[in-house]
């Protein structure tokens, strides 16, 4: 892990890298693998579906080459969304855990008379 995590709508976002390895298919990728990791902050499971087999929710996603910056999130009518750039460049979009309601709640309230 490489950046800063964060915990929105009750799930850790994070990153991390993988570099490239000398000697196998990966040294061919100029700059190793990003991996974007989404889990449950209660207990740990998984985010993202699992294309086989089996119920269980996977915790991570490959999601592109280059080293990761900080996930950033940007939470919309179409619901939260994960951003992320790599140091080749591409950016990363994917979506984020639903916190549900609007997002925004009254903190403080004063009225003058």
């Keep these: 892990f490489v950046t800063n995590h964060i915990i929105f709508a009750g799930f850790v976002i994070t990153t991390s890298y993988q570099p490239a390895i000398k000697g196998l298919s990966l040294e061919c990728e100029r700059s190793g693998f990003t991996f974007v990791h989404i889990f449950d902050l209660l207990n740990g499971g998984g985010f993202f579906p699992n294309p086989g087999p ?17 996930p950033k999130i940007s939470t919309g009518k179409n619901g939260a969304q994960v951003f992320i750039k790599t140091s080749i460049g591409q950016t990363i979009k994917v979506d984020a855990p639903n916190q549900g309601g609007s997002g925004v709640t009254m903190v403080y309230w004063k009225q003058d008379l």
Excluded: H, I
């Design 54 to 70: 089996g119920p269980t929710n996977l915790r991570s996603l490959k999601a592109g080459v280059g080293v990761p910056t900080d």
